[in-house]
């Protein structure tokens, strides 16, 4: 079940939190299917992941903008055949296919501080 979760804070006029969390799993039994890969060849294949983080934005007086964000993303895929070790590519023998495994795993941290400046409407640029 794949979740989006959101939160917002307004501390102020001025001031905003922001707080989410998106956890998307996914599970395909025979996932290459096709009219040229029968179902014992195909594989199974998994992925799961979650990524949490917020943001805090601030505005001065002076219109200058703190952005800040944290985020961290967790990132998880796996494969695996489904061919028995006894099936041979070729109906006289030949060489067996072996079943191929794969896992990745991958984590991400990222911290972006950022700030900006926005005139206000209201002000005039000196010159």
């Known amino acids: 079940m794949t979740s989006f979760t959101n939160l917002q804070l307004i501390l102020s006029p001025r ?6 969390v998106n956890v998307f799993p996914l599970e395909l039994d025979f996932a290459n299917i096709n009219a040229l890969i029968p179902q014992t060849a195909s594989t199974n294949y998994g992925r799961s992941g979650v990524s949490i ?5 601030y505005q001065f007086d002076s219109g200058a903008l703190l952005n800040t964000m ?3 993303t967790r ?8 061919v028995p070790p006894t099936w041979k590519s070729h109906p006289k023998g030949g060489a067996a296919i072996t079943s191929i495994v794969w896992n990745r795993k991958a984590n991400q941290l990222e911290v972006l501080p950022r700030i900006s400046y926005q005139r206000s409407p209201g002000r005039v640029a000196m010159k």
């Open 75 to 82: 990132f998880d895929s796996n494969a695996a055949g489904r």
């Open 15 to 20: 001031h905003v939190l922001n707080f989410n």
């Open 70 to 72: 944290v985020r961290y």
């Open 53 to 57: 983080g917020f943001s805090d934005s």
